[in-house]
């Protein structure tokens, strides 16, 4: 019930295409969906994230579709450039309990943005 | 300059022996965490703190031990009961109270056994 699916575990995409990573989660406790943008070597670094009164955010190029029924949410990143090469994690916490704001991570994906 | 720093950048322990990760932040954030990235196994929770002298266990505590006796500092041991330590080894930090909080991260210690 803790647990963030995430797929895929990797995906190479040409420069302009659109890579969807998608999450699923069980806990309907989840209130908060953040994605998380990590460079080798280096620290996760959030990129934009989302609240499930809402069904779509946009942060320039990248957008957060939630569907709170089906109980997923994906991120689509337009007009990929070779710079999003990284790899991109999903995560959800919530707002009560012992672990109030802990955040679970999915798997990660690993993304290739080919010139 | 706000930020979370994580040292070393690079650590190698011999079997057997305890080393520990130094991880300082300047956010004046009241909760604190340490994970394990391994490939393809995502970020995983060992320890986290909401206040300075406590500490709860996350999913892989065992073979690891924390302190928090500073709200700046959360540093982590590696003890030699970790049966497999080799791996990037990450500290966060975020306003305690706010699910939407960002979470900050250090930029990593990698941890390999020699």
């Known amino acids: 019930q803790q647990q963030v699916k995430q797929s895929p575990q990797s995906l190479i995409v040409q420069k302009g295409g659109i890579p969807i990573i998608n999450c699923a989660y069980e806990n309907t406790a989840f209130d908060y969906f953040p994605w998380y943008q990590q460079f080798p070597g280096k620290g996760p670094a959030l990129l934009i994230a989302?609240?499930?009164?809402?069904s779509e955010k946009k942060e320039g190029r990248f957008t957060i579709s939630f569907n709170k029924s089906a109980k997923q949410f994906s991120l689509h990143i337009m007009d990929s450039q070779p710079g999003d090469s990284a790899t991109y994690f999903c995560a959800a916490s919530m707002n009560y309990g012992g672990s109030q704001g802990n955040l679970i991570f999915g798997k990660g994906t690993k993304l290739s943005v080919k010139p | 300059d706000g930020g979370i720093t994580q040292s070393p950048k690079y650590l190698f322990r011999k079997e057997g022996q305890n080393v520990t990760l130094s991880c300082e932040q300047n956010l004046n954030h009241d909760a604190m965490y340490w994970y394990r990235q391994d490939p393809g196994q995502g970020l995983r929770l060992i320890y986290y703190s909401q206040i300075v002298n406590d500490f709860q266990k996350g999913d892989i505590a065992e073979g690891y031990s924390v302190s928090r006796e500073k709200k700046e500092s959360f540093p982590l041991t590696v003890t030699s009961a970790q049966k497999n330590p080799t791996a990037f080894y990450l500290c966060?930090?975020?306003?305690?109270?706010?699910?939407?909080?960002?979470?900050?991260f250090g930029q990593g210690t990698r941890l390999t056994v020699v």
């Open positions: 989302i609240r499930p009164d809402v």
């Open positions: 966060a930090s975020k306003r305690q109270g706010i699910t939407s909080a960002e979470a900050f």
